[in-house]
């Protein structure tokens, strides 16, 4: 079973800042086949990132996914007020599925 | 339009079974390379992967607790159930089903059912 860290646990950051978030797994993700989700409160996850880079329908280009191997980040470029909520990383290329333990971005 | 919708109790006891429904529209889980999986949360905590059934019948499991869960589908009713045997009180989580294709994230998710395990 793939193991994802995520670090940091919380991120404090102001509007305007550049936010970045990691996710390591303890192996490779086949195919990087690696996804990104956003959850804010009382909302089911939604889709940023899927095969480490890819951007989803409809999010921002101020996100972007990057990496291979064990190794991916997360980079917001220019955060906006309603980019502070919790990350989750989430390998799908080999079962079980596995998700990081998340991260939280917080207003500064 | 994709939509999934859970559906099952609010509250169990505990050593009960768990059945969770999961019933969706705007695609076929017959469509090769279809997928539906179930995900869980408890409150303030990360998700969990549960169990996934794809359009071949294939299902698969989390490791911790495949000698409890089962999942199947009825194609023909649009619907994925869950079952979740011998229910404690660290199962109250909030039940979520997601779809993907074979290789693809999961890109549509329901709302969430919160289900509560209490005496």
């Known amino acids: 079973e793939i193991v994802l860290t995520q670090s940091p646990g919380t991120l404090s950051l102001s509007p305007g800042e550049r936010a970045t978030l990691s996710c390591r797994a303890s192996q490779s993700v086949s195919s990087n086949y690696l996804a990104w989700y956003q959850q804010k409160p009382g909302q089911a996850p939604r889709l940023l990132i899927s095969g480490a880079s890819s951007r989803a329908t409809g999010i921002p280009d101020r996100f972007s996914g990057s990496g291979s191997g064990t190794d991916f980040t997360l980079t917001i470029s220019r955060l906006e007020p309603e980019d502070f909520a919790v990350y989750y990383c989430?390998?799908?290329?080999?079962?079980?599925?596995?998700f990081g333990q998340g991260t939280k971005l917080e207003i500064k | 339009q994709v939509t999934l919708r859970e559906s099952g109790p609010a509250l169990v006891k505990p050593t009960q079974t768990l059945t969770l429904t999961c019933t969706f529209s705007?695609?076929?889980?017959?469509?090769?390379?279809?997928?539906v999986s179930w995900i869980r949360q408890p409150p303030g905590k990360a998700l969990e992967w549960l169990a996934l059934i794809d359009w071949d019948d294939d299902k698969y499991y989390s490791t911790s607790l495949k000698t409890r869960l089962t999942i199947s589908k009825d194609t023909s009713k649009n619907q994925v159930v869950l079952t979740m045997t011998n229910m404690d009180p660290v199962d109250t989580a909030t039940y979520y089903c997601?779809?993907?294709?074979?290789?693809?994230?999961?890109?549509?998710w329901g709302q969430g059912t919160m289900v509560t395990v209490s005496s």
């Open positions: 989430q390998q799908y290329g080999s079962s079980p599925r596995t």
């Open positions: 705007g695609f076929s889980l017959s469509t090769s390379g279809m997928c």
């Open positions: 997601a779809r993907h294709m074979v290789g693809h994230a999961f890109d549509i």
